[in-house]
């Protein structure tokens, strides 16, 4: 599946899953993900996912950014990852990806942020059904 209709089918499939919304009840801000050379601004209100922008995004904000190859993000959405891309920090630790930016917001709401990049991976493995 294409990264950018993995991430064009997020806000729906993310804003659709009540545990996922509750977990994220308490984040207001702005994230980035870049897949490659293409990033994808996350805006999340209230535990929902705004419209997801993508392209060049030089003058919009953000409190912290995950950045990886394709093959890295392809192989974090597999269904079994290899040791060291099960998790964003593993593939940080190991050199696979960066997390820069505001570490506060991230640790803060962290089990959503990994609620809602694991269900990147749902999506991508189910062709966006």
């Known amino acids: 599946m294409e990264v950018e209709a993995i991430f064009a089918a997020l806000p ?47 003058l919009r904000s953000w409190s912290f950014a995950i950045r990886g190859a394709e093959s890295v993000w392809r192989e974090f959405w597999s269904a079994l990852p290899a040791p060291g891309f099960q998790d964003i920090f593993a593939m940080s630790r190991y050199g696979h990806a960066r997390i820069e930016g505001d570490l506060g917001p991230l640790l803060t709401h962290l089990r959503y942020v990994k609620g809602l990049l694991a269900l990147t991976g749902r999506i991508a493995r189910e062709g966006g059904r």
Not at 12 to 40: Q, S, T, Y
Not at 49 to 58: D, E, I, Q
């Open 12 to 58: 729906a499939r993310a804003n659709e899953d009540p545990a996922l919304v509750r977990a994220g009840r308490h984040m207001h801000g702005e994230f980035l993900i870049e897949v490659g050379e293409r990033a994808f601004h996350l805006p999340v209100t209230a535990g929902r996912v705004g419209a997801v922008v993508t392209g060049p995004l030089r």
